[in-house]
Nanobody
């Protein structure tokens, strides 16, 4: 069992930066591939970024590539999402999720533990 708690969301102007954190509890965190998802009102949930258990492999959606960076600190049981050059279209609730897989996966159904989400709002 893994419990996830996101933090770091807020209101920022376009072009600004935010860093999201996801604190995990549960002894298997270091063996989970972790992902960040987002969902804007009226839109489907979107996979934003993924990092494998060791941090050696990552995936980014095209919409955030070059602007967002996912990282993890297994000693602190925490995964991060550094978001730079934010755009109004990045506005959404951001969710941290843990997969049962060791390798990067973009399949939503393979993410079995979810946080409660944190709101990110980017003003123009």
């Amino acid at each position: 069992q893994v419990q996830l708690v996101e933090s770091g969301g807020g209101l920022v102007q376009a072009g600004g930066s935010l860093r999201l954190s996801c604190a995990a509890s549960g002894r298997t965190f270091s063996r989970n591939t972790m992902g960040w998802f987002r969902q804007a009102p009226g839109k489907e949930r979107e996979l934003v970024a993924v990092i494998n258990w060791s941090g050696g492999s990552t995936y980014y959606a095209d919409s955030v590539k070059g602007r967002f960076t996912i990282s993890r600190d297994n000693a602190k049981n925490t995964v991060y999402l550094q978001m730079n050059s934010l755009k109004p279209e990045d506005t959404a609730v951001y969710y941290c999720a843990a997969s049962s897989r060791l390798v990067v996966t973009i399949l939503h159904h393979e993410y079995i533990y979810w946080g409660q989400g944190t709101q990110v709002t980017v003003s123009s």
